[in-house]
């Protein structure tokens, strides 16, 4: 029994990791339709602007709090200057967006080869964030425990800016028609700039997070964007509420699987089970019923 | 002098136009004539001679292969402050392999046949070291490998300056036997080295009366540990064997340490882990746990203060020395040995001189074997202390006879 419920909330903690490093990619991919290859480059970013912070603030919780905001912002600023730079360039060409956005990917992880160092570099986490809590048998890990906090947060906050803004209304009001929408006199320019900046912001918020469970790389985005892409692709684009759910249901899949097989056997399930999901759905679990024609 | 030069500007145009694969077969057409294909290809006319350094300056592998990097530049620097080899300074030639196996073996090949090296150091990954074994079988060229691997190889051109298994896996296992701890978990990198070793330990575990009671795998640069932490922590185990690479370690002992499992409670031993990834995993992970080696910056001698002393003016110091750098540092001084023996930077010459050549080692006194081409070690098993270096607890005495094949074991009969 508790065999269960430890790898249950190691699943969990798992879908925090996949869902936080997907919630940017909701934004970008499933409501603007862009690819952006260069997606792990921000969570790498935020990594790396955590990093950065803890060379000058000596206290590791204080810097993982200032880190949080401040990867938000760096990473989001990032996102925003690729979007007007190179994206926006690129709407109505999707295969040229990916390779355009790959690009910049490989430019980005050298950038980063050239600032920090080729070797990874690694942040302490605070005392309060090594340790662990045991209830009822099973041991709950701090720092998963604030990794699916913050995830919770994240997809909250998401929520009310989507649901209850009139930004948040807008970015829906183009995501359903593009067309109506701007006839309608909103900036569709501006919303996408703002949609990006928030897609990529988040990443630089995952890019935090995954400080406090692994090394810190240039290469360390590529690990994570392929897992992103696919949380979100069987999610259904266009809905969080698809990619919480997937996030959640693959790591928890993973876990149980990793448990009883092994790390590649399960990789390998999840994945027949993901092209499964996909010809049954190839939409997705969830999407958006709109009455564009598009 | 100028006139020779050119003349072989001219034979080195010649070859680059034939290709590098016409000038590899005209190589092999000439059987039973090693000596002189081998002096062909490797440059030994000018003051200089160059060396191959191929490390991983990029990528998961990086964290380690720096390192080695920096001391193989170190022991190049020295020697050449002495004179150099057979009066000729030695010129190094870094290639990053970049954590990917195939990038090896292709640098590999750049360095034998555009920069005609005498000699290359490196490689730390067994994959990397089976990429680039063809190339350096068939260009006859010398690899001196300063890694410690998991045996049953024996490659007539590379020389393995590490330990192979029963100079530090086989004296680990001994020692873990006799503490007690005979319940292993064993996790490792999902590749060649974790994959054989643990082949090796199944082996021996079930003739010494030991009991493997989990084995897991992780693909290099891994870092979601979460479930293999669970797993070890449910197994029952007494200890942890651990031949992850890399830094999946870093996410490793960070799941290990959240799980609420430490060295008093269960203790890991690392084949893989030396002084210089304690510092970047991190001391507060790593304390009190165990790894098996043949060098520790701690080893006592003359040899050994010499060699940090001058590694810390050259590199900073705060900055540690381990076994694979020792053992690179050494590689070249043995390299240099050799060739002075056979007199001749000539592969077949230098191979001939090998046996018996020995050196004052900061490891202590290592001997090379001719007849395997690996090098006589002490196996030494130490505790990471809160400093973060690693204080030795048990040593074997005496060099031991390096066995590739393990032919000195009964139980690993069954073994390739």
């Not at chain 1, 200032?66 to 109505?92: H, N």
């Not at chain 1, 240039?218 to 990619?243: C, E, H, R, W």
């Not at chain 2, 079930?206 to 989990?214: L, S, T």
Request: net charge neutral; proline share 3%.
């Amino acid at each position: 029994m508790t065999v269960i419920l430890n790898q249950s909330f190691t699943g969990i903690s798992i879908g925090a990791v996949l869902l936080l490093i997907a919630l940017g990619l909701t934004l970008t991919f499933g409501q603007m339709g862009v690819i952006n290859m260069a997606h792990g480059e921000f969570i790498m970013a935020g990594a790396y602007t955590t990093y950065v912070l803890q060379k000058s603030i000596s206290s590791a919780g204080v810097s993982l709090l200032v880190a949080l905001p401040l990867a938000f912002l760096v990473a989001g600023a990032m996102g925003a200057l690729l979007e007007w730079l190179l994206i926006r360039r690129l709407y109505t060409r999707p295969l040229d967006t990916l390779l355009v956005t790959w690009g910049v990917s490989l430019m980005l992880q050298q950038l980063a080869r050239d600032l920090f160092g080729a070797p990874n570099v690694q942040t302490a986490a605070p005392d309060l964030l090594t340790g662990n809590i045991s209830v009822a048998g099973i041991t709950l890990a701090n720092n998963r425990l604030f990794i699916l906090g913050l995830a919770l947060l994240c997809v909250l906050g998401l929520t009310l800016i989507l649901r209850l803004t009139p930004l948040g209304r807008r970015i829906r009001a183009v995501v359903q028609n593009r067309d109506l929408a701007e006839v309608s006199g909103i900036a569709t320019e501006r919303v996408d700039r703002t949609t990006f900046f928030i897609g990529s912001g988040l990443a630089g918020v995952a890019g935090v997070a995954l400080t406090l469970v692994g090394p810190i790389g240039p290469t360390m985005g590529t690990n994570y964007i392929v897992d992103a892409f696919l949380v979100v692709v069987v999610g259904g684009i266009a809905q969080l509420k698809g990619s919480v759910i997937t996030a959640f249901a693959l790591g928890v899949l993973q876990s149980v699987l990793e448990y009883s097989t092994t790390v590649s056997v399960a990789k390998v399930i999840v994945l027949v089970a993901i092209v499964a999901i996909l010809q049954w759905r190839p939409q997705g679990l969830y999407t958006l019923r709109t009455r564009s024609l598009a | 002098m100028s006139g020779f030069s050119i003349s072989r500007r001219g034979l080195l145009a010649g070859a680059s136009a034939l290709g590098a694969s016409a000038a590899l077969s005209a190589c092999g057409a000439k059987t039973g004539s090693d000596t002189s294909s081998a002096g062909a290809k490797a440059d030994t006319s000018g003051d200089t001679v160059k060396v191959g350094l191929l490390n991983s300056l990029s990528g998961t592998m990086a964290i380690s292969e720096v390192t080695v990097h920096n001391a193989l530049l170190l022991a190049v620097k020295e020697i050449n402050a002495a004179g150099g080899v057979l009066g000729k300074k030695l010129k190094p030639i870094s290639q990053d392999g970049a954590s990917d196996w195939p990038t090896f073996a292709e640098k590999a090949q750049t360095l034998i046949t555009d920069d005609k090296v005498v000699a290359t150091f490196g490689c730390w990954t067994s994959a990397s070291r089976k990429a680039v074994k063809p190339v350096f079988e068939r260009n006859k060229s010398l690899l001196f490998y300063p890694v410690q691997y998991e045996g049953l190889e024996q490659s007539p051109y590379i020389f393995y300056i590490g330990a192979t298994t029963n100079q530090q896996i086989i004296p680990a296992l001994d020692y873990l036997k006799k503490q007690g701890l005979t319940k292993l978990y064993l996790v490792g990198s999902d590749y060649v080295f974790p994959r054989t070793a643990n082949k090796e330990i199944r082996a021996y575990a079930k003739a010494n009366g030991m009991e493997i009671v989990g084995e897991d795998y992780a693909p290099l640069g891994s870092t979601e540990f979460s479930t293999i932490v669970n797993k070890v922590k449910d197994a029952g185990a007494d200890a942890v064997f651990n031949t992850l690479n890399g830094d999946s370690n870093v996410a490793f002992f960070k799941e290990y340490k959240s799980a609420g499992l430490t060295a008093k409670s269960l203790p890991v031993l690392s084949v893989s882990i030396a002084e210089e990834e304690v510092k970047s995993i991190g001391t507060q992970y790593l304390e009190g746990q165990l790894t098996a080696w043949n060098y520790y910056q701690t080893t006592p001698g003359a040899a050994n203060e010499k060699f940090v002393k001058a590694y810390q003016a050259a590199y900073g110091k705060d900055k540690p020395t381990s076994d694979p750098m020792e053992a690179a540092y050494i590689s070249v001084y043995l390299w240099k040995e050799m060739v002075e023996k056979a007199g001749s930077f000539d592969v077949a010459k230098v191979k001939a001189a090998s046996d018996g050549i020995e050196l004052d080692a900061p490891e202590g006194k290592v001997t090379v074997d001719g007849a395997t081409q690996h090098v006589y070690k002490t196996a030494r098993i130490g505790k990471v202390g809160s400093d973060g270096l690693i204080t030795e607890v048990w040593n074997s005495g005496k060099p031991i006879k390096p066995d590739p094949y393990l032919k000195g074991y009964d139980w690993a009969s069954g073994l390739s």
